[in-house]
């Protein structure tokens, strides 16, 4: 089973919704990151949290990778509109660094909408393989929902900036709502090129009641 990614975008269109205000938050973030890029977006969806953005700054180069092939169609197509010469959408797996290496260095890597639907592993992993990606001085900017109930993750990811050289330029934890955003900035020397697979996205559990375990 799949998660179906092009239904959980339209939450994006109703005002107000959780989506909605995390990305007025990322979008927000981005515009005080971005500089002369290039810029990479891992799982990028359908691209709204840069694309406008990147459509101030004509002259930056990016790399948006999106395994879904509507989502990234839509990508490519606002990109075209928006006449962004220097994006190029990759219908690719982001959790394979050659998908995106050549785009290294990056000035900043957006990792939104990943850390929640992967392992606690694959989360440490990934967090370690970004300086490699980075120019120095290199900016992360990254979402991780939270649950009802238990630990914050978002605090662990914070955790895993610092264990590998970020120091934290904003972290935004509204308290009516279960998105946090953070952006973290490279203050050690970027990495060794990355080698490996960064992560795969868990399969969806089923809803509860239907024999399946209880929904993560
Ligand atoms: C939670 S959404 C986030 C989309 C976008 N970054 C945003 O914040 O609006 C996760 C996205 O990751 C994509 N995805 C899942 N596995 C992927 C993979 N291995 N490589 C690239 N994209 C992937 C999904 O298709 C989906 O668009």
Redesign the pocket.
């Known amino acids: 089973m799949t998660?179906d990614?092009v239904r959980?975008?339209r939450d994006?269109e109703t005002p107000g919704s959780s989506?909605a205000r995390?990305?007025t938050v990322?979008q927000d973030y981005l515009g005080r990151a971005l500089g002369e890029g290039p810029l990479i977006?891992?799982?990028?969806?359908?691209g709204?949290?840069v694309l406008p953005e990147l459509a101030r700054r004509r002259s930056v180069r990016a790399v948006l990778?999106?395994?879904?092939p509507e989502?990234s169609r839509r990508a490519r197509t606002t990109a075209a509109e928006l006449g962004l010469t220097g994006v190029d959408v990759r219908t690719?797996?982001?959790?394979?660094a050659t998908n995106y290496r050549d785009a290294a260095p990056a000035q900043v890597v957006?990792a939104?909408?990943?850390f929640?639907?992967i392992s606690e592993t694959d989360v440490r992993r990934t967090v370690a393989a970004l300086p490699s990606l980075l120019e120095p001085g290199g900016i992360v900017i990254w979402?991780r929902g939270r649950g009802d109930s238990g630990a914050d993750p978002s605090d662990a990811v914070r955790g895993l900036f610092a264990e590998n050289g970020f120091e934290e330029m904003a972290f935004a934890r509204p308290a009516d709502a279960r998105f946090r955003v953070g952006m973290h900035r490279l203050v050690t020397e970027p990495g060794p090129p990355v080698a490996g697979r960064l992560?795969?996205?868990r399969a969806p559990q089923p809803p509860p009641g239907r024999g399946g375990r209880v929904a993560r």
């Open positions: 998660k990614w959980w975008h994006y989506l995390r990305l990322v977006s891992l799982c990028a969806g359908d709204r949290d990778v999106e395994l879904d989502l690719a797996d982001a959790g394979d957006m939104c909408g990943v929640g639907n979402t992560f795969a996205f």
